[in-house]
């Protein structure tokens, strides 16, 4: 069991749904998002990105347990969101430096722990990058990077999501054949790394250990059978003792429900889902050529069967963190 305080644990209450699992919406992403809007037709203005961000919060988060967003573009739609959603704030800087080897984490600058808490968080959610056959002396570093924001999380007494996003820094395309057949071993292992006590995370934000794509009787090329790849869901499981949401990882919503019942299935202990691009990333192109109005009218159709769709399955799949948490 992992132990909180009091006070953790009533906003991890605040963050969940009735049946005490994580149902949360994410629009945290910035350049991403950017990108998305201006490859719809819009302007880089920040406006656009704080605008859609409210559309969101308004019409999606009555359905969602929480939303993660950023103190960037985001707070708007903080202030905007369902009173029965709770609120996580991301404390990374966006991206990362292709420079300088290690994709190393940042800061964002102007913000801490302290303040981000301040403007409401009931939660702190931070995105490293980590590939566990790095070099040593990186890996390292990344560890103390973390350890720094879990005391920082502990000071503070509010709940530590840490979001684990692997790669290979040998630069194996990450959709590839040759990717599928490391990521097993990639996901699990860092997630085993980052359940260790010195770290103080309280739930860990994970891919599925498998590239569905290449699960036998999921696509046309198949690297693991059934049976494997349901090892590698029970796999990932052992690994930790801390509750653990998976991300959506910009997969369709399609494919994001049925890797959910396939874990589920497979014997996975999930405890909810973070999930983004697959809820509202097709509403980016009724916001830019159609304003707020065809915007709220897409979230209000599209977006809300997808995210009832999404509850639906996660009603049926899904483990209440209760389980794996008790309170000091």
């Not at 359940?195 to 696509?219: H, R, T, W």
């Not at 059978?225 to 029970?234: G, M, R, V």
Request: proline share 4%; with cysteine.
């Amino acid at each position: 069991m992992h132990t909180i305080t009091q006070e953790k644990y009533a906003a991890m209450e605040r963050l969940s749904n009735e049946q005490k699992q994580i149902a949360a919406l994410a629009i945290d992403q910035r350049g991403a998002l950017k990108k998305m809007i201006t490859s719809a037709g819009g302007s880089e203005d920040v406006a656009l990105i704080e605008d859609f961000k409210k559309i969101v919060s308004t019409e999606l988060t009555p359905y969602a347990s929480s939303i993660l967003l950023d103190p960037e573009f985001g707070l708007p739609a903080a202030k905007v969101r369902s009173e029965t959603s709770g609120l996580l704030l991301a404390y990374e800087k966006t991206g990362y430096d292709s420079s300088t080897p290690g994709r190393m984490p940042d800061l964002l600058e102007d913000w801490s722990v302290l303040t981000l808490k301040k403007q409401g968080a009931d939660a702190i959610k931070f995105l490293l990058y980590y590939d566990i056959d790095e070099d040593e002396k990186i890996n390292e570093r990344k560890h103390r990077f973390v350890e720094r924001i879990g005391s920082e999380c502990a000071a503070e007494n509010i709940p530590f999501y840490l979001e684990l996003v692997s790669y290979d820094s040998g630069n194996l395309d990450p959709n590839s054949v040759d990717y599928a057949k490391v990521k097993p071993h990639k996901v699990n292992d860092m997630m085993k790394e980052f359940s260790k006590p010195q770290y103080k995370v309280d739930v860990l934000k994970m891919e599925v250990p498998v590239n569905m794509n290449y699960v036998e009787g999921f696509g046309e090329t198949t690297v693991y059978t059934q049976t494997e790849a349901a090892n590698f869901f029970k796999e990932q499981s052992t690994a930790t003792n801390l509750p653990f949401i998976f991300l959506s990882a910009g997969v369709s919503a399609e494919l994001f429900k049925k890797t959910l019942t396939f874990a589920h299935e497979s014997g996975s202990t999930f405890n909810g889902v973070l999930c983004g691009r697959a809820t509202w990333a097709n509403g980016v192109t009724p916001f830019v050529t159609g304003g707020e109005t065809q915007a709220k009218e897409w979230m209000n159709t599209h977006g809300r069967q997808n995210i009832d769709a999404l509850n639906e399955v996660l009603a049926q799949t899904a483990q209440p963190w209760t389980d794996k948490v008790t309170a000091e």
